[in-house]
């Protein structure tokens, strides 16, 4: 069996970004004497949050779980609510939002005194609750969140719309709902695309389709619960070939080194040392 590499694959900017963050707001608080937390799950990998758990980080959602400490805002971002919260109960904030999520936080607010406030994005996702817990002068912003064609509807004449998309949504799904979305513009409404799925999963995922030409299957490596890793698997199925969705070099299983070519790629929170351990185990496997 021979091992093919994604040109593109493993830690996005932004996740790095807030990695290191994360370990400063760890010296921080024990220089302090102080608890460190994550606002919920720092990134979308087990094994990440397993090793800053080791590290004395707590995972909580809201400030009663815990008393007052240094707290890190995963990269994901969070609701206006919550960080509001948190402050006025005295934890110091750690903001890890991804700066290009913090750009399109701040688009809504400045969209959404004029516009309705359209969100495509998978339900529930901590981005996509972030982008609908907007605030402007105490007020969250009017949105409607949309997940699948089925829930686009249809506009209502001389409406204006701003769309927002989670930026690690799918593209195929996030191409025909914005071309819906465009059918507005002929039935009298405004239709404004505010920002795009992230370049770097965009690069990621060209890189994969470009994988799957070479590769008798795909190896996904990444978080069950991430969903640019899932998009991953998903592109993988849609191009034809067989795909697996692993999280870590224990579920390596004998069907896999059955390959000719095996094509690796990784989720955008997934660690270099677990893609390395996926590779080391098959190799191993074949001995």
């Not at 805002?73 to 402050?87: E, M, N, S, Y």
């Not at 999520?101 to 688009?107: G, Q």
């Not at 239709?191 to 890189?207: E, K, P, Q, T």
Request: charged share 20%; glycine share 8%.
């Amino acid at each position: 069996m021979e091992i093919r590499l994604s040109q593109t694959m493993g830690y996005c900017s932004g996740v790095s970004r807030a990695l290191a963050m994360a370990e400063k707001a760890i010296d921080q608080a024990k220089a302090e004497g102080q608890p460190v937390y994550s606002l919920g799950k720092l990134i979308h990998n087990r094994q990440v949050n397993e090793r800053f758990a080791a590290q004395g980080v707590r995972e909580i959602e809201s400030p009663e779980e815990g008393e007052a400490g240094v707290v890190v805002v995963r990269a994901h971002g969070i609701p206006d609510h919550l960080r509001q919260a948190f402050t006025a109960s005295g934890y110091q904030l750690v903001d890890a939002t991804c700066p290009v999520v913090k750009h399109n936080l701040r688009r809504i607010a400045l969209y959404c005194t004029t516009h309705t406030i359209l969100i495509v994005g998978h339900r529930g996702h901590p981005e996509t609750l972030a982008m609908q817990g907007v605030q402007v002068a105490g007020t969250v912003c009017n949105s409607r969140l949309i997940t699948s064609l089925d829930e686009v509807g249809e506009c209502h004449e001389g409406e204006r719309y701003a769309v927002f998309v989670q930026t690690t949504f799918d593209e195929i799904t996030w191409s025909v709902i914005k071309e819906k979305l465009d059918g507005f513009r002929s039935n009298g409404c405004e239709v404004i695309f505010v920002n795009d799925v992230c370049s770097s999963s965009v690069n990621r995922r060209s890189a994969l389709l470009a994988l799957t030409e070479e590769c008798d299957a795909i190896l996904v490596i990444g978080g069950k619960n991430s969903a640019n890793t899932r998009a991953l698997y998903l592109l993988a199925l849609e191009a034809g070939v067989k795909a697996w969705h692993i999280e870590g070099p224990d579920d390596v299983i004998p069907e896999m080194l059955d390959c000719a070519i095996l094509g690796i790629t990784a989720g955008a929170s997934t660690p270099t040392e677990v893609i390395d351990d996926v590779i080391q185990r098959l190799e191993q496997e074949q001995q």
